[in-house]
């Protein structure tokens, strides 16, 4: 059974983009893709001073609008990207 991920950290480096780190060991960068991202809990994250508010919630990335993302969902965006890095990151 795998195990749930768990964000320790989370840093805004650039509109849209966020460094994280994971309990596993894992970390890296997630350029979210808010293009398809449509009404109004995700209208806010568009703009990228909103969007670079995220923080750390239940172990979910959360803004203040109250949108959130998984720690699941943002580890395996990153993993399909190829922006994953550390020792257990190619291990699933």
Not at 37 to 44: H, L, N, S, V, Y
Not at 65 to 83: I, K, L, P, Y
Request: net charge negative.
């Amino acid at each position: 059974m795998r195990k749930l991920a768990k964000i320790t950290r989370v840093e805004t480096c650039g509109p849209h983009t966020l460094e994280i780190w994971f309990e596993d060991g894992s970390h890296g960068v997630w350029q979210a893709d808010m293009t398809g991202r449509r009404g109004p809990m995700a209208q806010p994250l568009h703009d990228a001073n909103f969007f670079a508010r995220a923080s750390i919630e239940d172990n979910a990335l959360v803004w203040p609008n109250g949108w959130d993302a998984s720690a699941d969902f943002v580890q395996e965006e990153m993993r399909r990207a190829g922006t994953l890095k550390g020792k257990l990151a190619a291990a699933e």
